[in-house]
Every structure is written in C-alpha cells, then in structure tokens.
C-alpha cells in the first residue's frame, strides 16, 4: 500500500498494492456468462449481503452458526443497490462494471484503508462488535505486533530508522470507544499489508476448497488479497462470493461477473479475478 506517512517509514514496510489505479481485465474464477435462467441471482431490493446474493439454482448457501466471523460476513449491511464505487476522495473509479454491491463501512478521508487494510477492517470491526477486545492486533510488515489493548494503555509505536519500540506516549481510552479505536486502526493500515497478512495469518495446507473467511493474498509491492464472504453447494459443485477494497483507498465491494457474483475456482496459485490476476497466490485466515 503506497501511502503518504508522516513518520519517517522502515524500510522493511514494503508496499502491499499498487498506488496507481490499475484495473487488470482478467477472466473471472471461471464465473458462468449470466444466462437467463440465472438472471435472478441479485436481489437489488435486498440489502444484507446473503440476501442480496440468490444462489444459483440446485445450489444452497452454507449455514453458519451465529455470532460466528463466517456469519458476520454473510449478513454484511450493503448500500442500496445500484450504487458506485468511490475512492476516498468521493470521485467514482473507472471500473463500474465488476460489482453489486458495496458495504456500508465509511472509506475513510484519506488514502490508508487500500486492499489489505479493508479486509483488516472487516475482522476488526467483528471483533470490537462482539467485544472481543484482546483479539484486536495485528502485526506490522515490520513484524512488530500491536494490539488495539496497548492503544487503549496510551501505548504508540516510535519509528526509528528500520527499527520500532513502543511508548506509553499518549492518554488512556475505554476499551468501547470507537472513536479512538478508528484511530487505531489507522496506525494499522499504514504499517501492515499484504505481507504481514500473509506471513502471520493461518494456514491449512490440507485445504482442499474455500471456506468461507479464506483470503487469496498475493503479497508484495504492488500485492493484493481479496476475501471469501459467501458460499453455495449443490454435492461436490462449490461457488464462492469475494469482496475487496483496492488502491486508492475505495469503497469495500462485492466483486462479481456479468452480474453473476459466484465464482467456481479451486485451491491453486494462480486465480484470475475480475480486477487483479494472483499469481503466487497463497490461502489464509483470520
């Protein structure tokens, strides 16, 4: 993620995706011509993710339990349908063409909330939901961990040439307060990315097939990682529904083809999706 920092930045911070806006036509996970027997897959009246998104028909959507992350993300609340991707200065971006359907999470005002940082939001925001506090950190691509608990302690981190430490700098918050915790998560996005998600999260290499909280990370400079939020079965058949943030920093979307928002796509390192080509891919989870 190409940012613009106002502390002197380590050199082991590398960029998690590309400043510029670069829209890559890739075919799409061997996502189906939308045809007319599948013409009621959206329900543009619908504004919660799983309700939005009609499984394709013989298929069922997989149950998740509740209060779960793999619920959290199905009953997603997204904006009316219809409406356009925006960067964080309010201008629409180029490609109108691969969504439907934006989430209703702000963007923020300036350009730090890019790929990865969208998908860290997401977890975050469950996680201070359900107030599960103590789980709130992440790790710098530096490797250095901070929790949403030491901001609360007044705790910042100091940068120092490649090196970080950590000082009780700062006055004390609640552990509820959102204000303060959308201040946290700023530090976050700026030293985390691509690269620290995909060395520090899980992985399953016995995985045969995507679960719902799976990332596609292709980590580096520029990097990418898109999300699995949704899933349908019909026996072996699977299709999974993605979302993403993207650089510059712009609304959290669905991303679909054709207007056809399930992709089939099996465990590989290579997955094309309708705006970036992962090459290198490797499969984590929160």
Not at 173 to 200: C, P
Not at 226 to 255: C, F, W
Request: glycine share 4%; net charge positive.
């Amino acid at each position: 993620m190409m940012k613009i920092f106002k502390l002197i930045i380590l050199s082991l911070v590398v960029i998690a995706c590309n400043k510029q806006e670069k829209i890559i036509e890739k075919p799409a996970l061997n996502s189906p011509e939308l045809k007319a027997e599948n013409i009621t897959l959206i329900n543009p009246k619908a504004n919660i993710l799983k309700d939005r998104l009609l499984p394709i028909s013989g298929f069922k959507r997989v149950e998740t339990p509740a209060n779960s992350w793999e619920n959290f993300l199905q009953n997603l609340k997204l904006q009316d349908f219809g409406k356009p991707i925006l960067k964080y200065d309010g201008s629409e971006i180029s490609d109108q063409k691969h969504h439907v359907g934006i989430l209703t999470y702000d963007i923020g005002t300036t350009d730090l909330q890019q790929c990865a940082d969208a998908l860290i939001r997401l977890r975050a925001e469950y996680l201070f939901k359900n107030e599960k506090y103590s789980d709130i950190h992440f790790r710098f691509t530096s490797g250095d961990n901070y929790s949403w608990d030491s901001y609360a302690k007044g705790i910042r981190p100091i940068i120092n040439g490649n090196s970080v430490r950590f000082s009780q700098s700062a006055n004390t918050n609640q552990l509820n307060n959102y204000q303060e915790f959308r201040k946290y998560l700023d530090i976050i996005y700026t030293y985390a990315g691509t690269i620290s998600l995909a060395r520090d999260l899980k992985l399953d290499s016995n995985k045969k097939e995507f679960e719902i909280g799976d990332l596609i990370i292709t980590p580096g400079s520029p990097g990418h990682v898109v999300m699995v939020v949704d899933k349908i079965e019909n026996g072996a058949q699977k299709r999974y529904a993605l979302i993403e943030g993207y650089t510059p920093a712009q609304s959290i979307h669905i991303l679909s083809e054709n207007e056809n928002p399930w992709f089939d796509q099996k465990i590989s390192d290579n997955i094309p999706t309708p705006r970036y080509h992962f090459k290198n891919a490797v499969i984590k989870h929160f």
